[in-house]
């Protein structure tokens, strides 16, 4: 794989980056092999628990969007995130960039992929490595992707990323440890920006930081987003966030996708009764807003998926269909995706 | 007489360094039944503030003013036992984490009973009974199995309403709740909330609730309070607070709010970070982030000024009142 074949392509039509086909993840939890032994019925067998993590996952994610996936803990969101990067190898399915296959390449076929395609994490006081000087963090990836660069076209490019983040590029020879959350987190991004990449994973960025610094952060993403015409993949469990960041907005519930809508179609007719009662749940500050949608129960375990639709135990419209039959995606008039036999049906 | 009066209250912290003011002239007055609300960012001091009430400061840190005065008498220099008497059973404490403050090898059922019996001279049948009733009504279902289980057999949201049910167990006049949902779900955040709020009310209970989200402010409180860098820069009704902020730090805060901006427009957002408490700028604390600044700022600590039902500390909002009231004198 060469360079060459996966730069600009030139396309009118809005062209897919990213294309997730029929993901499956699966973790197992069973332990080693003697763990997996039990004793039933008289008879020693071996059983094996798998967490299902995703099940059936496909999105397209088209270049210069900000396709957000949203979604509660344990719905799968970070593991799409992580399997798209090529942290996790996926149990089934595919993921192609601009056409081509990436998910079943090694380390060294991947790399020129790595160069195109960079991932902000979470907690930036946990990605950032304390040993080294904010330079030599920066400067890593840089010299990988460009080996055959001078060190001051290195140190050229620092600087400007560093510029473009707002951290004074003199403060390259500090400790992360010497930087406030907010600051970590632009140094995070000024990484993922340095080898300037055209695609980024963003796994809850601004959720560890305070309110007045996370728009700060999310001004920075989508200042660079602008510039660099990056496309994003971003992660979050806040939906005022989405409502102001995405293009798109990917709804998962239990590892499955129950609604995909460009933003403001979402927020203005959302369909699947999840998305409903998860935007009536958001906290606002207006004091006139309708109650918000109770769910009955919690999320159910992914170790033992519910059978047909995953969100029928807590749905208020389920009937016999949802219980046994998984829903498919279906195209809405509004020009949105959403799972659910209800809506198909004409009862939502 | 109010239920909790906060008076010119002052917590500091000696370190290698010198001694740090964590919280300066802090004043405010809870009554019964009423829903206050702290808020501000990381720092800001507001779990201090929630933690002094109770004199649960622990060293280097003291509280080194002011008085906290809770039914008339001062919890500031009360001894131990007096203490004891009031913590958990007359003002209780809620806290983030469920799982860090249930005990793991206990099971929730043991921890109720021990904490009924230690205020009270009560059997364990009956102490029982009154655990499985404040379950019902944290809506656990089927509480009396659920009594005898560990915590690590319940999801977050189940915890953390064993922990509320804990902090009902006496029947307290307050809960200072510190961030009670910021490790739950969004779904889950709502009904615990909602929860809360008709628990309180059901029982005439005050609450003292310390949040990062204006959002919760706004649904759940009466009362707001907005801590900067160990001060309270604005206090009033909530909603006058969030419908018209005074103070150019409340502001800001409200504005950088994604939901207040156009999408895909920038977010207002205030410049830099809250500064560290070695390191407050004299004057107005919020003055180096200001849009507004102006030579009083740097130089003075602006006191409060009323504004409406506010109070607010701001040397601008104060020359505008001034102004309009040299105008209606004139």
């Known amino acids: ?348 | 007489m109010p239920l909790l009066e906060v008076k010119n209250l002052e917590v500091s912290f000696g370190l290698r360094s010198g001694e740090v003011k964590a919280l300066r002239n802090i004043n405010f007055t809870l009554d019964r039944g009423e829903r206050l609300g702290l808020v501000g960012e990381s720092g800001a001091g507001k779990s201090v503030l929630g933690f002094s009430i109770l004199n649960l400061i622990s060293k280097p840190g003291r509280i080194s003013g002011g008085e906290i005065l809770f039914e008339g008498k001062n919890l500031a220099d009360m001894s131990p036992e007096e203490l004891r008497d009031v913590r958990g059973n007359r003002i209780s404490m809620i806290f983030q984490d469920p799982m860090m403050t249930l005990n793991p090898v206990l099971t929730i059922g043991q921890q109720m009973i021990e904490c009924l019996q230690a205020h009270r001279k009560i059997s364990k049948e009956n102490a029982r009974t009154i655990a499985i009733q404040k379950l019902q009504q944290v809506q656990i279902p089927s509480p009396e199995t659920r009594i005898d289980q560990y915590p690590y057999e319940l999801s977050g949201g189940m915890r953390q309403r064993v922990v509320i049910a804990i902090g009902l167990l006496m029947d307290p006049d307050i809960i200072i709740a510190d961030e009670p949902t910021t490790a739950l779900d969004v779904t889950i955040q709502a009904e615990i909330m909602e929860l809360m709020v008709e628990l309180c009310e059901r029982n005439n209970v005050a609450l003292i609730l310390i949040t990062h989200d204006l959002g919760v402010v706004s649904q759940v409180t009466q009362k707001a309070i907005v801590m900067y860098a160990g001060r309270i820069i604005e206090q009033g009704p909530t909603r006058e607070i969030i419908n018209d902020a005074q103070h150019p730090y409340t502001q800001g805060l409200m504005n950088a709010l994604p939901q207040m901006a156009i999408p895909g427009q920038r977010l207002n957002q205030i410049r830099g970070a809250m500064p560290s408490l070695q390191k407050i700028p004299t004057g107005c604390a919020f003055n180096p982030r200001c849009d507004y600044v102006r030579d009083a700022c740097t130089q003075q600590l602006p006191g409060y000024t009323a504004s409406g039902n506010c109070q607010v500390a701001c040397h601008m909002v104060a020359e505008l009142k001034q102004a309009e009231q040299a105008s209606e004198g004139a």
């Open chain 1, 1 to 348: 794989m060469t360079d060459s074949k996966i730069t600009e392509q030139t396309d009118q039509q809005p062209e897919t980056l990213v294309q997730i086909r029929g993901l499956y993840k699966k973790f197992n939890i069973s332990g080693d092999f003697l763990d997996q032994l039990k004793f039933k019925g008289g008879k020693i067998v071996r059983e094996q628990e798998f967490v299902h993590a995703i099940n059936g996952v496909n999105l397209d994610i088209q270049k210069g969007e900000a396709l957000c996936v949203v979604g509660e803990s344990g719905c799968g969101k970070s593991t799409v995130a992580r399997t798209v990067m090529g942290l996790i190898t996926p149990s089934a399915g595919s993921i192609s960039y601009r056409g081509e296959r990436i998910d079943d390449l090694d380390d060294k076929q991947l790399l020129p992929y790595r160069k195109k395609m960079q991932m902000i994490f979470q907690n930036p006081y946990a990605s950032l490595n304390p040993r080294m000087t904010i330079a030599q963090t920066l400067e890593e990836p840089v010299r990988l992707h460009n080996p055959d660069w001078s060190a001051q076209q290195v140190r050229d490019k620092v600087h400007e990323v560093m510029f473009s983040v707002g951290i004074d590029p003199s403060w390259g020879e500090r400790f992360a440890h010497e930087f406030s959350g907010g600051q970590r987190q632009r140094i995070s991004i000024a990484r993922a920006l340095a080898v300037d990449p055209e695609f980024i994973v963003a796994d809850e960025p601004i959720s560890a930081l305070d309110v007045s610094i996370q728009a700060q952060v999310l001004n920075l993403l989508m200042d660079a987003q602008e510039k660099r015409n990056l496309t994003y993949l971003f992660i979050t469990h806040d939906l005022a966030v989405v409502e102001h960041f995405g293009t798109r907005v990917a709804v998962m519930y239990l590892g499955s996708l129950c609604e995909l809508a460009p933003t403001k179609t979402l927020f203005a007719k959302p369909r699947h009764p999840y998305t409903q009662a998860l935007m009536s749940a958001i906290p606002r500050l207006e004091d006139d807003r309708p109650p918000h949608i109770k769910l009955q129960g919690e999320v159910p375990t992914p170790v033992n998926l519910p059978s047909g639709c995953v969100f029928h135990g807590r749905c208020p419209y389920a009937n016999e269909r949802c219980k046994q039959e998984i829903p498919k995606l279906i195209t809405t008039d509004e020009g949105g995706q959403v799972a659910c036999h209800g809506v198909e049906e004409g009862r939502i």
